[in-house]
């Protein structure tokens, strides 16, 4: 399995291209941009999460994925939540002046998802999403577990702290979008600049 080879073009911006047997996916993102996104991965409700991450965090995301979708869609989620921590993290360089910190409650008509966010250099996952139903319809179909997934990949690879807990909730498709909403909101609101220090006491996140 190849890593992402990435490079940085200005100041919180990058993007890379990830090459392997299995998915063929390639990403740029704009910390700092208006919330424009293209994201082409071949399974519609993963599109759609992708671009409320991005116009949700204010970031703006192009990804592009081609993956044996005809074995099964857990490749090109997990590999896109690879390459696209990895990009962000690139992006944020030393993290220099950010907020750091975050947290947010979102709802989506009857639910309601809790982010919680650190940019701490620390990957950890908390996931309490537990939707009540099976495969969100569409073409094809997509399997809600693998949010749990490609979040887990993403904080691995960007060195983040995320707890994402479902409050209530009853609505497959409400409850995994109030979810990536949650974490879009959280995120843009830590990576948010505010001076010019470094927000630890360590002196590195």
């Known amino acids: 399995m190849n890593p992402p080879a990435v490079s940085e073009t200005s100041a919180r911006t990058a993007s890379a291209e990830r090459i392997t047997k299995e998915t063929k996916i390639s990403v740029q993102l704009d910390v700092d941009g208006s919330g424009t996104t ?8 993963f599109d759609h999460m992708l671009d409320q991450l991005g116009r949700h965090g204010g970031m703006d ?6 993956g044996d979708l005809e074995i099964d869609a ?29 947290s947010i409650r979102v709802p989506l008509d009857e639910a309601v998802v809790e982010a919680v966010l650190d940019l701490s250099g620390r990957p950890f996952l908390h996931y309490e999403i537990d939707p009540p139903g099976a495969k969100i319809l569409g073409d094809p179909p997509f399997d809600p577990q ?5 979040w887990r990949a993403f904080v691995t690879s960007a060195g983040i702290t ?3 807990t479902m409050v209530r909730g009853r609505n497959t498709h409400h409850i995994v979008e109030a979810s ?9 609101d830590a990576v948010r600049v505010e001076g010019s220090e470094l927000p630890s006491t360590k002196g590195t996140l």
């Open 38 to 45: 293209d994201c082409r991965t071949g399974l519609p409700f």
């Open 180 to 188: 990536v909403k949650a974490a879009a909101r959280a995120l843009r």
């Open 146 to 150: 693998l949010m749990e997934e490609f």
């Open 61 to 66: 995301l192009t990804l592009h994925a081609d």
């Open 74 to 102: 857990h490749h090109t989620v997990e590999d896109s939540g690879i390459i696209l921590g990895d990009v962000l993290r690139q992006a944020l360089g030393d993290k220099r002046g950010v907020r750091r910190f975050a």
């Open 162 to 164: 995320l707890h994402l």
